[in-house]
């Protein structure tokens, strides 16, 4: 059974920073490539970012672009999403997600396989 949990949000002030964690279980890890993806209340949920299966190649939504960093630990089964200078705007249910094999388009929310049950980010202005 594919298990993708996800760690790390909270409640944070602008400005501040979080890191989120992703660990995934009952998969063989290098062959996913892993995104991250929020959603706000009353919105569809959205790509953030994503990272090829060997971690060199990484992708990012415009908005987050210099302020949050997608990384991957094989050997911890876990991707991580650093986010910087962070605004009320980002406020958000975040979640990882897992695409088999996936190399383009990975920021099209129905490619994905496996979804974790997400994690909580407030950033209160």
């Known amino acids: 059974q594919v298990q993708l949990v996800e760690s790390g949000g909270g409640l944070v002030q602008a400005g501040g920073s979080l890191r989120l964690s992703c660990t995934g279980s009952?998969?063989?890890?290098?062959?996913?490539?892993m995104g991250w993806f929020r959603q706000a209340p009353g919105k569809e949920r959205e790509f953030v970012a994503a990272?090829?299966?060997?971690?060199?190649?990484?992708y990012y939504q415009d908005s987050v672009k210099g302020r949050f960093t997608m990384s991957r630990d094989n050997a911890k089964n876990t991707v991580y999403l650093q986010m910087n200078s962070l605004k009320a705007e980002d406020t958000a249910v975040y979640y990882c997600a897992a695409d088999f094999r996936g190399l383009y388009g990975l920021d099209n929310v129905n490619r994905y396989d496996y979804w974790g049950q997400g994690t909580q980010v407030t950033v209160s202005s």
């Open positions: 990272v090829g299966w060997s971690g060199e190649i990484t």
């Open positions: 009952g998969l063989t890890f290098t062959w996913y490539a």
